[in-house]
Structure formats: structure tokens, C-alpha cells
């Protein structure tokens, strides 16, 4: 039986420059790959110049992976590993997998026997945590919100108990959605309640700012069309003193 070849993750960048996150273990793996399973074609190319690949990027191999992909589809992804072929996932934006529909490939992987390698890379999700001083032991991911306003709401009324309870609830949104969602949040949930808007992580304009609903009545910043993750956590109920 002939050897398998490994699948391996490689994240993108949030959309800033190449230089900050990648890595030196990508540059070495996609140098002799000339297989990938991508969202967009235009992207994973300008990622893999990015990378050190030189020469002309057409000649390669593309499976396309996106919302137009059909059933049937990802089991044909997967061939080229069977034959002994590595082949790198590329996300679209950060990691693979993470809000991101390349698991259904990796679990094909998996059935199959075929080793899967993740690379480090960036994430929107864990750097807006990171950086929003909610509890980060207990937290979830919700992905996007529901499009209908009154669903919407009750939604962010079942994360907000959620978050008093200590769990911290992140999501996100389509970036023309916005700031209608953050209108239904200062609107639903509770004063007290701590909300942390992440915006444009990683680019030039990035803000990562933490207030109660209280402070975000006072200070209402344009979200429109702007990539943002949203973080809501339990009320702040610690006060350290420093001498």
C-alpha cells in the first residue's frame, strides 16, 4: 500500500502584512507543494507569494472549498493525499477550521487515515479573548448572530446570562450588520454588562476597547463595514488595589 501524503493547515493573515505572522515552518512546508484546497483562489495565491513561493502560482493545483461547493466534492479533495501527495489547507483569513468550513475536509482526513498537521497562525476569535479581559478558563464561540432583529435580541439575552454566569460569549457578525448589532446590544443588555469590541485586529486601524453598556452609551464608535468580533463577559466585579 503506497504512502499517504499529509494534509497540512496553513493559516492566512487577518489582512495585514504577511511579515507579522507568518512563519518559517509555512515558508518550508508549501515549498514543495503544489496542492491546495482554498476559499478563494486570488487570496491563497497572494498568501503563497507572501510565503517565498516564486514562479508562476497557475501551474498549481486549486480545489476550491467554499459555499459553492457541492457534496461530493471534498471526498475528491482528499485523493491527491491518497496517492501520497501533500496538500495544504488555506483559510481564507486566520486559521483553518476556526469558523472557516475546511473541517469537513479534515474529517474526510481523518476517516481516511491521512496524518493532518496544523500550523500556528493568527485568530481573530482567540486575540480578541486575549485582549479583552474576560475570563478566558470558560468561554464559546457562537459565530454569526441571527439575521432577523428579534431574534437577534433574544440571542444576545441568552449569551448575556451565559456571560453572569462567567462564561464569556463571542461572536461576530457580516460587517454591514454591524452596528445594527451593536445597537441591539447597548439596547438589551444590561448596564453593568461589560462588552469589548474588537475591530480590524491586527490592521492599522485596529481598536480593542472594553467598557460596560454604560461607557458604550457615552462613547459610540462607527462599526460599519469594519471587520469586528465581539466579546461580552459578566459585569466587572473585582478591584484590585495597587500601591
Sequence with gaps: MSKKGILYLIPNTLGSSPEAFVTELSRAVVKDMDTFIVEEIKSARKLLRSLGIEGPLEVFDYFMLNEHTRKGDPLEMIQPLLRGKNVGLISEAGLPCVADPGHVVVALAHEHGVKVVPLSGPSSIMMALMASGMNGQEFVFHGYLPREKGDRQR?????????????????????????????????????????????????????????????????????NKQLVMFVLGKANQNHYQHS
Excluded at 492599522?204 to 460596560?212: A, F, V
Aim: a neutral charge.
Design 155 to 223: 440571542m444576545i439575552r441568552q449569551m448575556e446570562q451565559m456571560a453572569q454566569k462567567g462564561q464569556t460569549q463571542i461572536f461576530m457578525d457580516a460587517p454591514y450588520r454591524n452596528q445594527q448589532v451593536f445597537e441591539d446590544l447597548i439596547n438589551t443588555c444590561k448596564m453593568e454588562t461589560r462588552l469589548c469590541i474588537a475591530k480590524n485586529i491586527s490592521l492599522k486601524e485596529e481598536m480593542i476597547i472594553t467598557r460596560d453598556i454604560t461607557g458604550w452609551h457615552m462613547h459610540k464608535p462607527d462599526l
